[in-house]
């Protein structure tokens, strides 16, 4: 028996020296890899030119840190990394790619912002386009924010104004005899509308064609400006498009014909004797850890982009997670915020269209408790901060939102479409069962009862009511005043300043300045940000990607490649639009 003990005894001691000699050796490596990055930096040269490609769309900010690989640029990226580049004596300029994303308003005023701010440090901007194929306003506009905005040689320039349109579908369901109930607070509240209508209701019609008008006065007179021209010449000029290159040129729009690698070298002869190019991406990643280094005070920096939904992402794993406001994230993200002792104040960047009440709640409860703890909140609106993205937005010590934003939409929608008697025209066998009165409430094949719908229309009223409360109290206006510019309609963010729905028009520096003077931080001293939630280490992302086991890795390679398929993302995107038996706050229906 001691023998025997002795032997386990050995066993143990040996592998306890075997993990501990591994475990040495991969300190080993980290510290000489450590070594090695301190001596040679981030591994970006010694002078260069950053290359900056805006055309296809991109997203506001990123819902995680992406722990591995590079992830798609973000607007707020593009702001945080254009501020970095701006302090970097490497760096000698940007060149812009652009003319097919249409790119929203709001968006290009952010990062025609922070393009300007980054030539305020004695560097230059270059833009180029393939052809300004758009008839939106908004690529044009970030490309005035340039020094020289070339154009390839015989390519469109349809920058003409702001428009669109969209589907209704109520014809379709009389057909197929679907039976859509929708409960909407109020006549503006159009998110809907495509179930219910043959095409746009008065009211619909009258604040879309407000918000396109603000971002046509906006585009004109800020592209007016940067290209010294008046406004009414350059209007001129867009309403003779589409034109070409020539013209384009001839109408002061542009200033150089030429290709991408012509302006590409003109950048790199004006940055001088061995200047490289460098995408964006590449630089915003060399920067990331370097981000929240630094002296000066602390701002938390909390992003939130994509519909508001319950629950969690559930850590994103690997590759980044799903574009939305998951309730508990975000609720989270500020209540750690608010935790730690070394942050000032809380800047909450939202661009959001709305989603679900309940994680619209937990969010601005989170920000309430942030506030009584003495910590200032300053939302920073993107391009659309409307429904639920304003309801989180109501108690915030100040709404920064450029002219541009979508915002506002005070206003609920409930309801269902029965498919019933669609499944009987088309022969399809229907049943339920039901235990409870109201068990098959949001049924999908049954309509609603009347006390049912009496039901919905009492949860749709009492929803609304609170909402309008909450913004009464945080925006300090009165019911009446409230119930005049709400009604579900949305505004651009410069009506919404004139309502006092907003009380700055700017982007995310206007933001931070803000945030800065209600934090009682000297206006000149530099602030770090602090993003919260914390980007999860590469083995914790590992772990909740895969789990313990390579069929988790297979299945997860699976349902991503099923996912993609382009018949299972048609199937979703139509589900996700639809009414969804709950009350929510959304507003879906936009112009892009």
Do not use: C
């Not at 000489?32 to 591994?43: A, R």
């Not at 410069?494 to 933001?511: I, N, Q, S, Y």
């Amino acid at each position: 028996m001691v023998g025997f003990l002795g032997w386990l005894k050995s066993i143990a001691v040996g592998t306890f020296n075997a993990i501990a000699k591994v475990a040495f050796f991969l300190i080993l490596i980290f510290f000489l890899l450590f070594l090695i990055g301190l001596s040679t930096g981030d591994g970006l040269p010694g002078k260069m030119v950053l290359a900056l490609d805006l055309r296809r769309p991109i997203a506001d900010s990123a819902p995680v840190q992406y722990t591995f690989g590079t992830r798609p640029v973000t607007v707020m990226d593009i702001v945080l990394g254009l501020d970095a580049a701006a302090r970097d004596d490497r760096i000698k300029g940007v060149v812009l790619r652009l003319g097919s994303a249409n790119i929203p308003i709001a968006q290009a005023e952010e990062i025609g912002a922070a393009l300007r701010r980054f030539k305020a440090s004695g560097k230059f901007v270059i833009a180029h386009s393939q052809g300004f194929e758009a008839p939106g306003l908004g690529d044009y506009l970030t490309a005035t924010a340039a020094d020289e905005i070339w154009m390839q040689p015989k390519t469109p320039f349809g920058a003409a104004g702001e428009g669109g349109g969209e589907i209704f579908l109520k014809g379709l369901f009389e057909k197929i005899q679907a039976e859509p109930q929708i409960a909407k607070r109020a006549d503006y509240k159009s998110a809907a509308d495509m179930y219910m209508e043959k095409n746009m209701t008065p009211a619909d019609r009258e604040q879309i064609t407000a918000l396109m008008q603000s971002w046509y006065n906006t585009a004109t007179s800020g592209a007016a400006i940067a290209r010294k021209l008046t406004q009414q010449a350059l209007a001129a000029a867009f309403d003779a498009s589409p034109q070409f290159t020539d013209d384009a040129k001839k109408a002061g729009l542009i200033d150089k014909v030429g290709y991408d690698d012509d302006a590409m070298q003109a950048a790199l002869d004006k940055a001088g004797d061995g200047a490289k190019a460098v995408p964006m991406p590449e630089f915003v990643k060399a920067e990331e850890d370097l981000n929240e280094m630094g002296e000066g005070e602390h701002i938390a920096l909390i992003e939130g982009t994509g519909e508001i939904v319950e629950g969690s992402t559930g850590g994103s794993g690997l590759f980044g997670g799903d574009a939305v406001m998951a309730g508990d994230d975000v609720a989270r993200a500020i209540r750690d915020a608010s935790k730690d002792k070394t942050i000032r104040a809380i800047v909450l960047r939202v661009d959001s269209p709305g989603g679900s009440v309940t994680a619209s709640d937990q969010i601005l409860d989170a920000v309430h408790k942030a506030q009584a703890k003495g910590i200032p909140v300053v939302v920073s609106m993107g391009s659309v901060a409307a429904s639920g993205g304003y309801f989180i937005s109501t108690s915030a010590d100040r709404i920064v939102a450029e002219p541009g934003t979508i915002t506002g939409s005070i206003g609920v929608l409930t309801g269902k479409i029965a498919f019933g008697k669609t499944a009987q025209l088309l022969g399809i066998g229907t049943d339920e069962v039901g235990v409870g009165r109201n068990a098959l409430m949001d049924s999908s094949i049954t309509p609603y009862t009347d006390e049912q719908w009496k039901n919905l229309n009492d949860q749709a009223d009492a929803i609304y009511a609170d909402f309008k409360d909450k913004v009464a109290k945080g925006r300090k206006l009165t019911p009446d005043r409230v119930q005049e510019i709400a009604r579900g309609r949305v505004w651009s963010g410069a009506d919404a300043k004139e309502r006092g729905l907003v009380d700055t028009l700017g982007g995310f520096w206007t933001a931070a300045d803000t945030a800065k003077k209600l934090a009682k931080i000297d206006g000149n001293q530099r602030v770090v940000f602090k993003r919260f939630p914390r980007q999860k280490s590469f083995f914790q992302a590992l772990d909740e990607t895969f789990g313990d086991s390579s069929a988790g890795a297979r299945a997860v390679q699976g349902w991503v490649t099923l996912m993609n398929s382009p018949a299972v993302r048609t199937v979703i995107g139509v589900a996700g639009e639809m009414p969804r038996g709950g009350v929510e706050m959304r507003a879906t229906n936009l112009p892009h």
